[in-house]
């Protein structure tokens, strides 16, 4: 609920004069120890003004309080465009970038989970033997000692060591002299005594049979104890931690008992490692699993790529490298081998029993070692780099630790199983975990941060995610609400945390969670500012800024500032418009039915997916949805994307993907419009990837100035040598790496961040220079080169899918995953012809106010009036419930998920009782209506 601010001036962080990018000359504030949400259509200044003029101004006074080196550049760095700010804190980004760079970094390393658990397992850690299951433990003195005292008082014993066998009259000689020096006197063989001292009284001893060093004689009682740990210590230290100790009357006990310092089986005599931290880390070279680094998988012979199609008999060829002449002399050797074992040659090879399998296998690896001897020959090697893969490291099971590692248990779990559990599960195991006293009392601390951090990652969402899967696969929102579990698990105070749509990625169902999650942030003592459009989180802040009431040049304003409340009130807010029903994202009036072209997907089973078939209309608006990690991805992009590219191509799909049928008049092409960036460079920008950027250059080129000039077409690129800036090779900012702290990108002192040379800067084409030109908004562009048709025409595509507001020359670098989303779907709504194309788009309303969504529903309407079919992946109910064909997947995600749940239109699966997505759909098709 909203909380009155008593005195902003003290309470809050106040910013007057806010001129960032579109930003006009504004003044707001933002309560500490509240949440707050910044909205307002897309380009009309969110991320300015909290990325841009919040989090920056934050960031430079944390510079400013560090070391000299870091303020060096300060000066450089550029100063938000701002009169004054108040009450900034420390602030901290979230951002949706997935930024892992380690191939070894997971979700359990990179949330601070596996060190706790490395911790417990080093503190608390049962050492199993790997032969006998029986607990491995080291015998100390005082252990030793108990034993002994706790037998009947009275009994006698002999404290002893063992001494090797020994062969010949020689090594007797030296093996006696050297005990003797060291001072020991006698031997025991078969309970009797002999003192060496007299020669003659050894020749009964045989040296080939278990002979003993006598250490000391006792009988047990209360008095002897420390006699005995004297004797027992030396034993330990004259025989490498080793002690036998006999009763001497055997009627007293079983005779012999062997008592070991060293932490190995005492059955199997297998030695074993200490547990202790490093030796759990797979990024410790001491952990890690010697044959495969650490990485867990091996390149080795894939024999997924030797035998792609397990339905083909081996005589049809199922063996894909014996179908090849040159060495299909191999396929009949085995055809002749085959008859005397029985290997049926003409049954598909799934169906041959485990005893023909392992003779094929024998085969195909003896093949491949003779082939291995033939390296040195080029084409060896290249047809041998066909048939490998990565595959799972054979000797820790892609586990990535060493054995020593995986034979400590905490309640009958290795640490590699733990890894293997998603945090779900691992969260129900670690508050089960049954542990002694002992261990409870050791490991209690570190218990309750493993058990905190693992809530909290369940809280964001992410219950479905294994601890050991690795960063780099991981989606922008998940890799973003990691880094809010990361935080909260850091517990830190009185910092401003600045959030980038943290509802991405989310199903409707876990935005609850979120939401609360958000708030216990704020409950430690922090100010939360969220850049957001979905409606749940808008109405649970505390506090909201509109941004508007346009994009760009027609935004930069605050429209509203306030509570809920008085936004559902307000009538100058969109936002509002569209929170208190006023205005909505309206219903089709009328759904495509599916038709009889359609694509089926035939054992999707990559991941979690329950080798599914799936029935895809053509021609139509399908949505997939699901709760997240149910499988949407997996399906859309591990599976479809690459069956249809195979089915296109003629070629054998990856395994697991599935296969695809249709007819191929209905289907030419497959176009995956994702968010990953337009390019990698600052010299990037939408104006070059509309390639737009040709036909501005020669207008260019063609003026009379640059043609006295001797300026060609090329000298107004950025990306080559002539009219660019050389300093920044055209980027106009340089970037300097910063010790600690992220890199700082500064404007190049050469050019002051025009990018080109001042004689090129000196052409204008109607009183604007390229520099000019490059800074205009699409919408600005297209009334200034209205009369050129070649331009207008491809920029236009940039207003229709709602980026009127950008500029032409705005860095790749700079723009979000669902802008670059959205400048492809404009490129391909400028090409000639869309017809029988699939185009597949992950949450396009990533970044979309609901007023932006129209637009980019008429967008999808465009494409398949062209002819094409459009299947989405998204949980933005408005489009949801805009799809002609709902395909949801679940009930749950990961290994809880990876069914299709329910399918049909949205009206039918708002019926489906097991649809979590009917669920919630329901309401807001009823409200629409
Ligand atoms: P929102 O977050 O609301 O979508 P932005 O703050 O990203 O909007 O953009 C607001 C305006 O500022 C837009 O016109 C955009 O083109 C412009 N803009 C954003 N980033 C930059 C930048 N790095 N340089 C120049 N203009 C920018
Ligand atoms: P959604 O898109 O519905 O959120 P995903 O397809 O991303 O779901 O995930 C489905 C399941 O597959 C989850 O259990 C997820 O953890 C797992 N998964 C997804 N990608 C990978 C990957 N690259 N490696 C291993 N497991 C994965
Ligand atoms: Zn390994
Ligand atoms: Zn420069």
């Known amino acids: 609920m909203a909380r009155a601010l008593k005195s902003p001036e003290q309470q809050s962080i106040v910013v007057r004069g806010a001129r960032v990018h579109n930003l006009k000359n504004i003044d707001f504030e933002i309560p500490h120890n509240a949440l707050t949400v910044v909205t307002g259509v897309s380009g009309s200044g969110k991320s300015s003004l909290a990325f841009d003029t919040v989090y920056a101004e934050g960031q430079r006074r944390y510079i400013e309080s560090l070391s000299a080196y870091a303020r060096q550049f300060l000066e450089r760095i550029e100063k938000p465009d701002i009169d004054e700010a108040i009450g900034i804190a420390p602030a901290i980004s979230i951002r949706q970038r997935n930024t892992t760079r380690t191939p070894r970094s997971t979700v359990g390393t990179s949330t601070e989970v596996n060190d706790y658990i490395r911790l417990l397992f080093a503190r608390a850690g049962v050492t199993i033997c790997r032969d006998c299951s029986t ?31 020994l062969e010949t009259e020689s090594e007797v000689a030296d093996c006696l002299g050297n005990l003797k020096r060291r001072g020991f006197g006698k031997l025991l063989q078969d309970g009797n005594t002999y003192a060496y001292s007299r020669p003659d009284s050894l020749i009964d001893v045989d040296f080939n049979r278990p002979t003993y060093v006598l250490v000391d004689r006792l009988r047990v009682d209360a008095e002897i104890r420390q006699r005995l740990i004297d004797s027992i210590e030396i034993c330990f230290h004259e025989n490498e931690g080793e002690v036998v100790i006999q009763i001497a009357d055997p009627a007293e006990g079983e005779g012999l008992y062997r008592f070991n310092e060293r932490f190995e089986c005492k059955k199997c005599g297998i030695r074993y490692e200490d547990p202790e931290p490093r030796l759990f880390s797979f990024n410790n070279p001491y952990g890690a699993c010697a044959r495969c680094q650490g990485f867990g998988n091996t390149i080795d012979l894939d024999m997924n790529l030797v035998i792609p199609d397990r339905g083909k008999s081996l005589a049809q060829g199922a063996v894909e490298p014996w179908s090849k002449p040159r060495y299909r002399r191999y396929l009949n050797e085995l055809k002749k081998k085959s008859d005397a074992r029985s290997v049926p040659l003409d049954v598909p090879y799934r169906n041959l029993n485990p005893d023909q399998l392992s003779f094929v296998d024998e085969h195909i690896r003896a093949f491949f070692r003779y082939l291995e001897a033939k390296k ?66 050791i490991a209690a601390r570190v218990l309750s941060e493993i058990r905190t951090r693992l809530k909290f ?55 609850a969670r979120l939401i609360e999650i958000l708030g216990r942030l704020r409950q430690l003592g922090n100010t939360v500012l969220l850049v957001e459009h979905d409606a749940e989180m808008i109405c649970s802040a505390d506090w909201i800024l509109d941004l508007g009431p346009g994009a760009g040049e027609h935004g930069g304003q605050v429209v509203f500032e306030g509570s809920l409340e008085d936004l559902l009130r307000t009538t100058s807010s969109l936002t509002g418009k569209y929170l208190n029903g006023e205005l909505k994202v309206p219903i089709p009036r009328q759904r495509r039915k599916p038709g009889k072209q359609r694509l089926i997907l ?12 799936i029935d895809i209309p053509l021609g139509i608006m399908t949505c997939v949805t699901g709760v997240s990690g149910s499988g949407k991805s997996t399906l859309v992009h591990n599976c479809l994307y690459e069956a249809v590219r195979a089915y296109l191509q003629g070629t054998e799909p990856e395994s697991g ?13 497959v176009v995956l419009v994702d968010q990953s960036p337009i390019g990698r460079t600052p010299r990037s920008n939408p104006v070059t ?73 000196n052409v204008l084409y109607r009183g604007k220079n390229i520099y000019n030109v490059l800074g205009l908004t699409v919408r600005e562009a297209l009334s200034f080169f209205s009369s050129v048709g070649r331009v207008t025409k491809k920029l236009t595509m940039l207003e229709e899918v709602g980026l009127g507001y950008l500029r032409l020359g705005q860095a790749a670098t700079t723009l979000s995953g669902g802008e670059a989303q959205r400048i492809k779907l404009a490129s391909y709504l400028a090409r000639e012809t869309s017809n029988k194309t699939l185009f597949i788009f992950d949450e396009p309303t990533t970044g979309l106010h609901f007023d932006d969504i129209n637009k980019l529903l008429a967008a999808f309407q465009r494409l398949i009036r062209a002819g094409a079919t459009v299947l989405i992946i998204e949980h933005n109910l408005d489009v949801v419930k805009s799809a002609d064909w709902i395909i949801d997947l679940g009930p749950e995600g990961g290994d809880g998920g990876g069914r299709v749940v329910a399918i049909g239109t949205p009206e039918e699966i708002v019926r489906k009782r097991r649809s979590i997505t009917g669920r919630y759909l329901k309401p807001v098709l009823a409200r629409s209506e």
């Open 135 to 165: 607990p491995v433990e080291r015998d100390t003195v005082d252990q030793v000692a108990d034993t002994v005292m706790s037998w009947p008082d009275g009994a006698r014993i002999y404290v002893l060591f063992p001494i090797p066998r």
């Open 657 to 669: 993907s599935g296969q695809v049928e249709t007819n191929p008049k209905w289907l030419n092409d």
């Open 457 to 511: 990652l369940n809280d964001v969402g992410l219950q479905y995610l294994t601890l050991d899967r690795l960063s780099s696969t991981l989606s922008g929102g998940e890799a973003q609400r990691i880094q809010l579990a990361t935080s909260l698990g850091s517990s830190l105070v009185g910092a401003l945390y600045v959030l980038d749509e943290p509802s991405i990625g989310l199903h409707p169902r876990d935005g």
């Open 376 to 441: 040195y020959k080029l084409h060896v090697r290249v047809f041998l780099s066909r048939y490998r893969g990565y595959t799972v490291c054979p000797e820790c099971g892609g586990s990535r630790l060493r054995q020593e590692a995986r034979d400590i248990f905490i309640d009958g779990k290795n640490i590699a199983e733990i890894s293997r559990m998603s945090t779900a599960e691992a969260a129900q195991f670690f508050e089960d975990v049954k542990l002694t006293p002992l261990q409870s009392e």
């Open 602 to 613: 035939r054992g999707a089973s990559k991941h979690n997916l329950r080798n599914l078939d």
């Open 689 to 761: 990837y509309m390639k737009a950027f040709d036909q501005v250059r020669d207008l260019f080129a063609s003026t009379r100035e640059a043609q006295a000039a001797g300026y060609s077409a090329g000298s107004f690129s950025f990306n080559i040598p002539g009219g660019r800036c050389e300093t920044c090779q055209g980027d106009g900012t340089v970037t300097v790496e910063m010790q600690f702290l992220a890199d700082v990108e500064l404007i190049c002192e050469e050019c002051k961040g025009m990018r080109y040379k001042s004689g090129v800067l």
